[in-house]
């Protein structure tokens, strides 16, 4: 199973951006998917999860300016984030808890994709 993650870069604060993360391979199943971020000497931390029912959360810092959403034909999760602001720098990272076609349910993370608010 592979993640790729698209849709970061360099935007100046008040502004939006959409990040992708598609699944592919041999997935039989997604639980659910989730989006991490890990700014510069920080830990990783958890902005928003979505459920295979479509059931979404968010990090406080990122409620009402972030949303998570999914296109589960293409097992592809977004992130449309807008009202960006500097504190919002950081390499976006996805995973998803999916089960192959093998039968076995893992974890799978992405390679990430920088998001940079500056002006």
């Known amino acids: 199973v592979q993640l790729v993650e698209s849709g970061g870069g360099l935007v100046q604060p008040g502004g939006s951006l959409r990040l992708s993360c598609a699944a592919s391979?041999?997935?039989?199943?997604?639980?659910?998917m989730n989006w991490y971020r890990q700014a510069p000497g920080k830990e990783r931390e958890l902005v928003a999860t979505?459920?295979?029912?479509?059931?979404?959360n968010y990090a406080n810092s990122v409620k009402g300016r972030f949303t998570a959403s999914k296109d589960n034909t293409k097992n592809t999760l977004y992130l449309q984030m807008n009202s960006l602001k500097p504190e919002d720098t950081a390499v976006y990272f996805c995973?998803?808890?999916?089960?192959?076609?093998?039968?076995?349910?893992?974890?799978?993370w992405g390679q990430g994709t920088q998001v940079t608010v500056s002006s």
């Open positions: 391979g041999s997935i039989l199943h997604i639980n659910h």
């Open positions: 995973n998803a808890e999916a089960q192959t076609v093998a039968r076995v349910t893992a974890l799978f």
């Open positions: 979505f459920t295979n029912g479509g059931i979404t």
